[in-house]
């Protein structure tokens, strides 16, 4: 990091979201003990996870009992990803992925073995809301909001697969903003056809001048 | 004069020079058991924030040496404790013994005594050989020492050359009406939560009063300049209510 960035005032908002987050996250894991076991393997790694737009670095340091997040780091991550938002959710939480509307490509530097096993963890994490749920609610309660919650994100992520899916053909067939395979090989046909016609078109001229500097000289 | 004869401020008191240090040993052993719930709070939360944007300022890297002085009950610590990692080293220390019982408990607690070291020790002197820590930190505890000078001079000489100090302090808010927001909210309340929670009014009041004692944002970087700190500035947090100073040596 640049004594430039580390001279910058620590923002008041962004630490607090990010410690919102951080919050968050060890909440769930929490909830699920076989999962934060297999993440507390890895106590001590750190992952630099880098937003293009907006700008934004986030490091995740692994600790015994969840993770901790930063805004910055002094210290060489272990793996750093870089890319949009989100390409970066496919990427780590699995999305559907559809070129052209998400999952693009995610720049990956550093141990590569290790991003695979937190994308496992990520995709493992089995919240048990019920349990969350159970000192606020009472047990019975908190079962039902728990069976709720757990339906409620099967559809979620049923639905934005679907929408994923969805918008995947509408902007590759229908509005025309991405081209199809076919029509890229189409393209790349013509492109071809054009080269060769300029070579010819070319060898041609050259021909002629060859063979008007030689009547000149007759 | 002589140290006999010099006094002292003990939030708006004057005593005598060798008393201070007994004095707010005495406040920080009543509210010991309950420092961080009154923390949590008086500042209804956001010393939590602050402090994470201090580890953020502090370029902590595994292997590094850090000393978290008038540390208290670990909070800095612990956290420098996972980043400094296996090769690391966090010395934890305090010039009083109860808070650093409730320290040392919370670090055994969170699985960092393998990293740690608990010290009591009197900031204006600290028992460290030269050159000893990558980084300093000191929150809300600077304005609680007797000779905050002689305080400085000791942690420069034992930071290593190219360490830094961070001084998390009570400072002076940069908004009048804020001002007397704060000083409404601070004079008002802290007491009386002091008493519900602690049962000791007077350790709030003084905490209220000793902010108002302890010098603003710019006399403080000039104070650690002439300590022989390079590169000194300062942030303003919550509108100036809180500092957060930075310098290093070199």
Not at chain 1, 35 to 64: D, F, M, Q
Not at chain 2, 56 to 77: C, F, K, M, N, Y
Not at chain 2, 216 to 231: H, K, N, Y
Request: glycine share 8%; charged share 20%; with cysteine.
């Amino acid at each position: 990091m640049s004594l430039k960035d580390q001279s910058r005032s620590p923002g008041l908002l962004s630490t607090t979201a990010l410690a919102t987050a951080e919050r968050a996250i060890n909440t769930a894991l929490r909830t699920d003990p076989a999962t934060a076991g297999k993440l507390a393997v890895h106590s001590g790694r750190l992952v630099a996870i880098e937003v293009t737009l907006p700008p934004l670095a986030i490091y995740a340091l692994i600790v015994e009992d969840g993770v901790e997040l930063y805004h910055r780091s002094d210290a060489t991550a272990d793996v750093a990803v870089k890319g949009n938002p989100m390409d970066l959710a496919a990427q780590l939480l699995d999305w559907n992925t559809r070129p052209g509307v998400i999952g693009g490509p995610v720049q990956i530097t550093g141990n590569s073995d290790l991003l695979q096993e937190l994308q496992a963890l990520a995709r493992q994490l089995h919240i048990d809301w019920g349990a969350l749920l159970e000192p606020i609610t009472g047990s019975e309660l908190a079962q039902q909001l728990d069976y709720g919650a757990r339906q409620f994100f099967g559809w979620a992520r049923q639905a934005a697969s679907r929408l994923v899916d969805q918008l995947g053909d509408y902007v590759g067939n229908e509005s025309g903003l991405i081209p199809s395979r076919r029509e890229v090989y189409e393209f790349g046909q013509d492109v071809d056809d054009i080269r060769m016609d300029v070579d010819r078109l070319d060898a041609r001229i050259q021909r002629l001048r060859a063979a008007r500097s030689g009547s000149n000289e007759h | 004069m002589s140290d006999n004869e010099k006094v002292t401020h003990f939030g708006y008191q004057q005593v005598p020079w060798q008393e201070k240090q007994q004095k707010v040993a005495g406040v920080f052993r009543s509210v010991a058991g309950k420092y961080d719930v009154m923390n949590d709070l008086i500042s209804m939360g956001s010393h939590r924030i602050l402090k994470r944007m201090t580890i953020e300022l502090a370029g902590i890297r595994p292997g590094h040496s850090v000393l978290d002085l008038a540390g208290g009950t670990g909070d800095l610590a612990i956290k420098f404790s996972r980043l400094v990692g296996e090769t690391g080293n966090v010395v934890l220390a305090d010039i009083n013994d109860a808070m650093l019982e409730v320290g040392r408990d919370r670090l055994i607690d969170a699985g960092c005594s393998h990293n740690t070291q608990v010290a009591q020790v009197n900031g204006e002197c600290l028992p460290f050989e030269d050159n000893s820590f990558h980084c300093i930190t000191i929150a809300f505890g600077l304005r609680n020492i007797t000779d905050k000078d002689a305080a400085l001079r000791s942690m420069l000489r034992v930071l290593k050359p190219g360490g830094r100090l961070l001084v998390l302090e009570f400072s002076t808010p940069t908004n009048k009406a804020l001002a007397k927001a704060y000083d409404a909210y601070s004079f008002a309340v802290w007491p009386k939560l002091g008493k519900m929670i602690v049962n000791d009014a007077d350790s709030y009041q003084y905490l209220a009063e000793s902010i108002r004692m302890h010098p603003d944002q710019d006399t403080l970087q000039g104070m650690m300049d002439s300590a022989g700190f390079a590169r000194t500035e300062y942030f303003n947090m919550l509108g100036g209510i809180v500092a957060l100073h930075r310098g290093f040596k070199f």
